[in-house]
């Protein structure tokens, strides 16, 4: 016969381990979707439908902004493979400029045009998204400030 507290301690255990077991459960099931960004080359190699929110990271594009009528603009996101069009309705980043680190978050349209909702860019001169810096080094373009 089991003791009030061994039957406490079982319960809590059993109610520890099924907690443990749904967690792993939803971790699994999320493996491809815990990621912070995607870059210009997944959102092709993926083939991600249009209409699911992602957020896509990489370097804006060199002579690619363009500023339409009010806070409306446009720009290319670029890993330095792929180049994707960005298109944004809001008022940008103070840090917001060309050949920067920036990670847009929204949807890609029909057209393949990313429409974002947010703009994040770097935080300082030095700074870049850890991740986006390893997918620049990955390609061999990183250009960096050598870390201390």
Same mark, same amino acid.
């Given at each position: ?57 990489? *370097?804006? !594009?060199? =002579?690619? %902004? /363009?500023? +339409? $009528? ?6 290319? #996101?670029? @890993? &330095? ?15 917001? *400029?060309? !050949?920067? =680190?920036? %990670? /847009?978050? +929204? $949807? ?6 990313? #429409?974002? @909702? &947010? ?21 061999? %373009?990183?250009? +960096? $400030?050598?870390?201390?």
């Amino acid at each position: 016969m089991m003791t009030r507290k061994q039957k406490r301690l079982s319960i809590i255990a059993g109610a520890m381990a099924f907690l443990a077991l749904a967690a792993g459960l939803v971790l699994f099931a999320l493996r491809q979707e815990i990621v912070f960004f995607r870059t210009p080359s997944d959102l092709v190699t993926m083939s991600i439908k249009p209409g699911v929110k992602l957020r896509l990271g990489g *370097r804006v !594009e060199k =002579g690619s %902004v /363009v500023r +339409g $009528a009010g806070t409306q603009v446009s720009f290319g #996101v670029t @890993d &330095t493979d792929k180049a994707v069009k960005v298109t944004y309705d809001g008022i940008l980043p103070d840090l917001f *400029r060309e !050949e920067q =680190g920036v %990670v /847009v978050e +929204g $949807a890609l349209a029909g057209d393949g045009v990313f #429409v974002a @909702d &947010t703009v994040l860019a770097k935080h300082d001169e030095n700074y870049m998204p850890k991740e986006v810096a390893d997918a620049l080094k990955e390609k061999g %373009v990183w250009q +960096g $400030a050598a870390k201390p």
